[in-house]
């Protein structure tokens, strides 16, 4: 299901913006231009992954070598400090682990954002009538 969540200019650049689609929480985040979305609950222990901090990524080759890459935008969970890259999900410190991710398309000045048919599933627990 496509979802129209707004036009860009409403999701300021370099900031998290926290929807409801249906019952799923999701980080609507414009960065550089691009526009991601994550799922709102952290995949560690269920903590509101949108609400933590949002940065480029920290990427050495030496120790006391240190870049700050602004291309590839990092969220880390306010709980206990787990990131994930946002483009791929994936978590800095293993990329087996990750958090959802929805794919998303600019058209027309709008931003679209596809929620799988499993996403409720796996997002949210389920209701009684579902189960
Ligand atoms: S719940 Fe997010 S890092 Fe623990």
Not at 34 to 61: F, N
Not at 89 to 117: N, Q, S
């Amino acid at each position: 299901m496509t979802t129209d969540v707004g036009p860009v200019e409403s999701f300021p650049d370099g900031q998290v913006s926290i929807i409801t689609l249906g019952r799923i929480e999701v980080g609507i985040i414009r960065w550089s231009g691009k526009v991601y979305a994550v799922s709102g609950i952290c995949t560690h222990q269920g903590g509101p992954l949108c609400r933590g901090v949002l940065s480029g990524r920290l990427a050495g080759t030496a120790p006391g070598d240190m870049t700050l890459e602004d291309a590839a935008p990092v969220i880390a969970c306010p709980w206990h400090g787990w990131e994930f890259d946002v483009c791929t999900g994936e978590a800095i410190w293993d990329p087996a682990v990750r958090v959802r991710t929805f794919p998303v398309k600019i058209v027309a000045d709008r931003v679209l954002v596809e929620i799988g048919a499993g996403s409720r599933r796996w997002l949210a627990s389920p209701r009684a009538d579902e189960t």
